[in-house]
């Protein structure tokens, strides 16, 4: 079964700084898809990036990247310019190309933003 | 365009009743998953819902069950409701089954007491 590990509970960074979360995963399967998402105290689920396992290039959206090592099976998300509003679970999360969906979820870094 | 709606928001119930929540997707979207959130637990999934059909299940009790209806609308039910069941129960819609983005609702959040 696949697994995916979030080793850091909680990170705190200064607003404008630049942090990277950290998540590992297992999978026998050659493709597949990663994602990050972030969890404000809404509590609603908001896509932050995906990476398709496939694709060599690493992920961007705006002031967030990822550096995906498929051999190392790791997917760290970096954060630039870190503002008040990133503050929030973050949740890294697999899931195979075929057949249903069916997210594999990481245990979540807690992000706090120092002003 | 209106984003995936839970209802209700928020619920209490006592132990060994039953309770049923309601998941809206976003129109158009076909599939539909349901995930459990507890403090202990994390992020689990229960089952995912394609035209009216259960594609896939996670590893919970057959006392979790639910269903999609013909306009893609998704209810999921929990019987003989234990302390334990006591969680946030988010719902995720997309366009296809297996597509790669999921949009999720603000979740319902069920104690059980």
């Known amino acids: 079964a696949q697994t995916v590990t979030q080793s850091q509970p909680e990170m705190s960074v200064q607003e404008a700084e630049t942090v990277t979360l950290s998540c590992t995963y297992d999978t026998s399967e050659s493709d597949y898809y990663l994602f990050w998402y972030k969890q404000p105290p809404s509590r609603q689920m908001i896509l932050v990036i995906r990476q398709e396992a496939y694709k060599q290039q690493n992920a961007t959206e705006n002031r967030f990247s990822v550096n995906f090592q498929k051999a190392a099976k790791s997917f760290s998300l970096k954060i630039s310019d870190s503002q008040l509003g990133d503050a929030a679970m973050y949740f890294c999360a697999y899931d195979e190309i075929q057949g249903a969906q069916k997210l594999v979820f990481g245990q979540g870094t807690r992000l706090t933003i120092n002003p | 365009k209106a984003g995936v709606t839970q209802t209700p928001r928020y619920l209490i119930k006592t132990r060994g009743q039953q309770v049923t929540l309601s998941c809206s997707p976003i129109?158009?979207?076909?599939?539909v998953s349901w995930y459990q959130q507890t403090p202990g637990q994390g992020l689990q999934f229960l089952f995912e819902y394609f035209s009216e059909t259960q594609r896939n299940k996670g590893n919970f009790p057959g006392r979790f069950s639910g269903r999609q209806f013909s306009n893609s609308r998704s209810e999921m039910n929990v019987s003989t409701l234990e302390l334990g069941d006591s969680a946030l129960y988010l719902c995720a819609s997309s366009l296809l089954s297996g597509s790669t983005e999921a949009f999720f609702g603000q979740g319902t959040r069920l104690t059980v007491v």
């Open positions: 129109s158009g979207h076909r599939s």
